[in-house]
Nanobody, 122 residues
């Protein structure tokens, strides 16, 4: 069973918005730290944002103000609202979760989704 399943990606023009969703399976702890990462073509995967069970959020500085992470603890879901999209936001976006805490580096997140493609055209 895939632990996390992302949806909501697609193609949008610069300045537009998208809302990504990630559904956690039964394997995912309801109290897990949940996060979004992204990987652009030819680049390393980078963190976008993470959120604790209690709703404390952390963002990559360059994305703060345009992207908003949220979660629904009753459904083990996490969301990423992306506004004012730019061509450089084009990437595969991944949802990740870790049941231990929200201080893990990317490589230590225990569960990952398969990603959803976001393409922003100019």
């Amino acid at each position: 069973q895939v632990p996390l399943v992302e949806s909501g990606g697609g193609s949008v023009q610069a300045g537009g918005s998208l809302r990504l969703s990630c559904v956690g399976s039964g394997y995912i702890s309801v109290t897990a730290c949940m996060a979004w990462f992204r990987q652009a073509p030819g680049k390393e995967r980078e963190e976008v944002a993470r959120i604790t069970y209690g709703g404390i959020t952390t963002y990559t500085t360059s994305l703060r103000g345009r992207f908003t992470i949220s979660r629904d603890n009753t459904k083990k879901n996490v969301y990423l609202q992306m506004n004012s999209l730019k061509p450089e936001d084009t990437a595969v976006y991944y949802c990740a979760a870790d049941r231990r805490d929200c201080y893990r580096v990317q490589a230590d997140f225990g569960s990952w989704g398969q990603g959803t493609q976001v393409t922003v055209s100019s």
